[in-house]
C-alpha cells in the first residue's frame, strides 16, 4: 500500500506533467489557429461572433391622439408639443416606444 506522502508526490508530478502538456498543445492549437485565420482571412467577428449591445429604448410618456405622434420626454420637444401645455398629452401609464 502506498503512503500518503507518496501518493502526495505522485500527485504533484502528474500535475507538473499536465501542466507541461496543457502548454505544449495549448501552444500548438494557437499556432493552428492562427494559420488558419491568416489562409481564410477570417475577422475577429466571424471567429468569435458578439451582437452588439442592445440599448432598452425609453418609454413613451407623451402622445399626441391628433396625429399619433408619441415622445419619450427625452431630448428636444417635437414640434408638435413644443410651447404646450405637457400635461394635456401625458400618458397615464408610459407606453412601449
Keep these: 500500500m502506498t503512503s500518503y506522502q507518496q501518493l502526495l508526490s505522485q500527485k504533484d508530478e502528474l500535475d507538473r506533467l499536465i501542466a507541461q502538456a496543457r502548454k505544449t498543445e495549448s501552444a500548438s492549437a494557437l499556432a493552428s489557429v492562427r494559420q488558419l485565420v491568416k489562409e481564410f482571412g477570417f475577422t475577429a467577428q466571424q471567429v468569435f ?3 452588439a449591445e442592445k440599448k432598452a429604448k425609453a418609454p413613451v410618456k407623451y402622445y ?3 396625429t399619433g405622434s408619441k415622445w419619450t420626454g427625452r431630448g428636444k420637444p417635437p414640434k408638435w408639443i413644443a410651447g404646450k401645455d405637457y400635461a394635456q398629452f401625458l400618458l397615464a401609464e408610459p407606453m412601449a416606444a
Excluded: F, K, S
Design 49 to 51: 461572433p458578439w451582437e
Design 64 to 66: 399626441d391622439p391628433n
